[in-house]
């Protein structure tokens, strides 16, 4: 599982890049121009992948130690 994460983000990483749209200057959707609807996309693509790797590959020692710390009177974290 690991390995498929890193694959992923090394795949998002390789898509930032996204040469082969530079010299295009023609409108997408209305006036959009097509880098910019790509960048979007790519964003919308790059956040999918931020949750999947809090889903899979959060450290656990992280919420063991958040929940040893001692709360406050008001409950909430200092």
């Not at 390789?14 to 964003?43: M, R, S, V």
């Not at 992948?49 to 710390?69: D, T, Y």
């Amino acid at each position: 599982m690991k390995w498929l994460l890193v694959l992923l983000v090394l795949v998002v990483y390789a898509l930032h890049q996204d040469t082969w749209n530079f010299p295009k200057t023609e409108p997408f959707l209305g006036p959009l121009p097509i880098g910019l609807a790509y960048h979007a996309l790519y964003c919308v693509i790059a956040a999918a992948l931020l949750a999947v790797l809090v889903r899979f590959a959060w450290p656990a020692e992280l919420e063991e130690v958040e929940s040893l710390a001692p709360q406050s009177a008001e409950g909430g974290h200092e």
